[in-house]
C-alpha cells in the first residue's frame, strides 16, 4: 500500500507501479473500510479503472506526465464531476447531474488524477459532525464509534484510513479542519478566493473556500500546488515567529489538547522558530457572527427547500429557518463585527508571523452524541461546538492549516491549526 500522495506519483514516474494497480487497490480498501466509515456516496470502479488503463498506455509510451499521473483521488459530495451526482448527500438534490467539471476537479484530471468517487458529508455541508447525510453517517477510521467531523467527514476519513491519499473538501467554517482533526490528517483551507468554487454546491459564497485533505504536510503542499498551479516551495521553521493562541482559544479546549498544542509549540521551538503566547481579544460573540453570516446566506442560496421540508434533515431545515428568519439589519451589523474580527487577527499576526491553536474544543465526540461538557459548561454537537475554534478565523478569510499532534488518553487523534496572513499558505506548509 502506498501510504502518502507524493510515494504514489513517484512510483508511477519511476514505472514501479502503474496506474491500474494504485487504482484497483485503493478500490479494494475502499471496500474494506465502507462498512466501517461510510466514507463515500459514490463509487465510479468501471470509469476510474478505464481512465487507469489510458494513464498507463500514457507511461509505456513515454509521454510526458502530469505531478499526480495515475492516482486515485476522492471529492467531496459538493464538488461537480461530469456524468456524476452532485447531491451534497441530501435527499433534496439527488438526481442532480453535473454537466462539466468542478474547477479543482478539472486541475486535478489535468495534473493526470483520476477521480475514483464522491465522499460522503454532512447535509449540504451545513453541520460539522457528518452524522446527518442522506447516505448515513461517516464515522471515524480510529474508532467507529466516534464522529469524524464535517462537513468534509468522508474525505478525512477516506484519506486517514489510507484508501486514497487526497481527497478534496471544503471549509466555510471549519468543514476541513474539523474533520482533518477528528481523524489525524492535514487539512489546509486556504486564503478564502484563492481556488475558484465554480462548480461547487455552496453553503455561504462569502466564507465557501475548497481545499484538499491529505496524509502529510508534504503532500498538501503538492495538492496546493496543483490546484493553484503556483510552483512554489514552503520556507523553513527557522526564525519563524509563531504565537500560540491563549485567551478564547485556551478557555474551552480540554486539557489534553491544550497540552498537545503546548508541545507542537516545543517541537517549533527546537526547530528554530521564536515561540510565544498571545491573546486575540474580543471573539467571544465570533462563533455566532459567523453563524449569522453563514445561515443567512445557506438560506439565500438554498431557501427554496423549505418548500419540501421533508426532503431535509429535521436539524438542516431548522437552520435553514433560521436563516431565512434573519434580517438585512442582523447580515449587516455580523458583516461589520466581521471586519472588526478580522482586525484584531491581522493585530496579532503583524507580531508574530503564524498563530498557533487547537483546532477543535475536543477529540472526536461519540457518534450520536448531542451534547459534550466542557470546562463545566454544556455544548450542542450539532449545533456549533464542533467549530467553535475555526468559525472565528473563518470569518477573517486567513489560511489555516490543521494538523495531527498526537493522540487523547482514548487513543483518538488531536489537532491544532496554523494561521498565516492572505495568500502565505506556503509559510504555514
Avoid at 91 to 104: C, E, H, N
Avoid at 149 to 159: D, I, K, L, P
Avoid at 265 to 286: F, N, T, Y
Wanted: hydrophobic share 45%; glycine share 10%.
Amino acid at each position: 500500500m502506498v501510504r502518502t500522495l507524493i510515494d504514489a506519483a513517484t512510483a508511477v514516474q519511476k514505472k514501479e507501479l502503474s496506474p491500474v494497480e494504485l487504482v484497483e487497490g485503493a478500490f479494494e480498501r475502499a471496500a474494506r473500510w465502507r462498512p466501517v466509515t461510510n466514507a463515500f456516496s459514490q463509487l465510479h470502479a468501471e470509469e476510474a479503472l478505464e481512465e487507469a488503463q489510458q494513464r498507463a498506455h500514457a507511461v509505456a509510451d513515454g509521454e510526458a506526465l502530469g505531478p499526480l499521473h495515475g492516482v486515485p483521488v476522492a471529492v467531496k459530495d459538493l464538488f461537480d464531476v461530469v456524468g456524476w451526482e452532485t447531491s451534497g448527500s441530501s435527499l433534496a438534490y439527488r438526481g442532480q447531474m453535473a454537466r462539466t467539471d468542478a474547477m479543482v476537479v478539472r486541475r486535478l484530471r489535468a495534473a493526470g488524477a483520476i477521480v475514483m468517487g464522491k465522499t460522503n458529508q454532512h447535509e449540504l455541508a451545513a453541520g460539522g459532525t457528518s452524522s446527518i447525510s442522506s447516505h448515513g453517517p461517516t464515522r471515524n477510521p480510529w474508532n467507529p464509534q466516534h464522529i469524524t467531523g464535517g462537513s468534509s467527514g468522508g474525505s478525512a476519513a477516506a484519506v486517514a484510513s489510507r484508501v486514497v491519499a487526497l481527497a478534496l473538501g471544503s471549509d466555510t467554517g471549519g468543514s476541513i479542519r474539523i474533520p482533518a482533526s477528528f481523524c489525524g490528517v492535514v487539512g489546509l483551507k486556504p486564503t478564502h478566493v484563492a481556488l475558484p468554487v465554480d462548480g461547487m454546491m455552496s453553503l455561504a459564497p462569502s466564507l465557501d473556500t475548497p481545499g484538499a485533505l491529505t496524509t502529510t504536510a508534504e503532500d498538501a503542499a503538492l495538492a496546493f500546488r496543483v490546484l493553484t498551479g503556483l510552483d512554489e516551495a514552503p520556507g523553513t521553521v527557522e526564525k519563524t515567529r509563531i504565537g500560540i493562541l491563549g485567551g478564547f482559544f485556551g478557555s474551552r479546549a480540554d486539557p489534553e489538547l491544550l497540552a498537545a498544542v503546548d508541545a507542537a509549540g516545543r517541537v517549533l521551538s527546537q526547530a528554530g522558530a521564536e515561540v510565544g503566547p498571545v491573546v486575540v481579544e474580543g471573539l467571544d460573540d465570533a462563533p455566532e457572527t459567523w453563524s449569522i453570516i453563514a445561515m443567512a446566506e445557506f438560506a439565500g442560496g438554498h431557501g427554496r427547500l423549505l418548500r419540501r421540508p421533508e426532503t431535509l434533515y429535521p436539524t438542516t431545515r431548522n437552520v435553514l429557518e433560521w436563516g431565512a428568519r434573519l434580517t438585512a439589519v442582523d447580515y449587516l451589523h455580523a458583516r461589520e463585527r466581521a471586519v472588526e474580527v478580522r482586525a484584531r487577527f491581522l493585530d496579532a499576526l503583524s507580531e508574530w508571523d503564524i498563530l498557533l491553536a487547537p483546532a477543535t474544543l475536543v477529540p472526536a465526540p461519540l457518534l450520536g452524541a448531542e451534547e459534550i461538557e466542557i470546562a463545566g459548561e454544556r455544548m450542542g454537537v450539532l449545533r456549533g461546538a464542533a467549530g467553535w475554534l475555526t468559525r472565528p478565523i473563518s470569518l477573517t478569510g486567513l489560511p489555516t492549516l490543521s494538523l495531527p499532534v498526537g493522540f487523547s488518553r482514548m487513543g483518538l487523534p488531536l489537532g491544532a491549526q496554523l494561521v498565516g496572513r492572505d495568500r502565505e499558505e506556503w509559510s504555514l506548509l
